[in-house]
């Protein structure tokens, strides 16, 4: 299959979200598939699908950027090859959490079922029912760094120097789970399960040497859309903690115009019982 790709696109928000279930999967195969895919190719000829890559075959706490981008693109070009372009159309590829974005039809959902590189194909939308048989699982990534220096023109900032954090942990304390980080300051959450979509969850950071934090009611997570987490942390020992619900609630209460969105995260905060 000749290989057409569009533009690189940087995805702020991405995640891919898939839901265990083993009815939806071959006894062939450890993909996993959305049901509802399977309903919604039920209905059109073609949808929009998430496709989660499998990640490096080494641990976490060892991928660098280049291992990462390399072993991304040696996955990408196999798929690419293996699945025919009128099957499967990219729209976007996401390197940083291993996933695509494009069309997909029933050939091409078959084709990327028995596939060594996929992890999982679900459908390209937000909510969706949660059961205790049709758990949401979503794909969560991120990067930690810390500024060293800004670079102005005429007062102005128009750069920024980074470095990675490492030697630390991430977690989400609402899903008891963690993860080291790598060299690069790296870390991905796969197959997440959510009792409830959508989710408003918190993240912990622990590195040596810099200030224990918390972003508290920060991030929402959905099923086919998600986060891709990119603070920064700062030197020190004191812990530092950020909630973002106060506010949240408070400015809902306001007059002025509000984003769907904001909205949303108002709610789920007030249904964690704040006022």
């Not at 073609?46 to 390399?70: C, G, H, M, Y």
């Not at 106060?246 to 002025?256: E, F, I, T």
Request: glycine residues 8%.
């Amino acid at each position: 299959m000749k290989r057409v790709l569009p533009p690189s696109v940087v995805l702020t928000f991405v995640a891919l979200t898939l839901v265990a279930c083993s009815s939806a999967t071959t006894s062939e195969s450890d993909v996993l598939v959305d049901p509802a895919l399977l309903d919604a190719l039920e209905q059109a000829s073609e949808v929009e699908v998430l496709v989660s890559l499998k990640p490096p075959d080494i641990p976490a706490e060892e991928r660098t950027v280049e291992i990462r981008s390399q072993d991304f693109e040696e996955r990408l070009t196999r798929v690419l090859d293996d699945v025919d372009e009128s099957d499967f159309e990219v729209l976007i590829e996401s390197e940083q959490s291993g996933a695509l974005t494009g069309m997909l039809t029933r050939d091409g959902l078959a084709a990327l079922r028995e596939h060594g590189d996929v992890e999982g194909v679900a459908l390209a939308r937000g909510e969706g029912e949660v059961s205790e048989t049709l758990p949401a699982i979503t794909i969560f990534t991120g990067t930690m760094s810390r500024l060293v220096e800004q670079v102005f023109v005429d007062g102005v900032v128009v750069d920024e120097i980074l470095e990675p954090v490492t030697n630390g942990r991430v977690s989400i304390p609402e899903l008891g789970v963690e993860q080291p980080l790598g060299p690069d300051g790296s870390f991905s959450f796969r197959r997440l399960e959510l009792p409830q979509i959508p989710m408003l969850v918190s993240v912990e950071v622990e590195a040596d040497g810099y200030r224990p934090t918390t972003w508290a009611n920060n991030l929402v997570l959905y099923r086919g859309l998600g986060w891709n987490f990119t603070p920064r942390l700062v030197l020190g020992n004191e812990p530092k903690l950020t909630d973002a619900c106060p506010d949240l609630v408070a400015y809902s209460r306001g007059s002025g115009r509000k984003s769907a969105a904001q909205e949303l995260r108002a709610e789920l905060c007030r249904g964690l019982g704040y006022r």
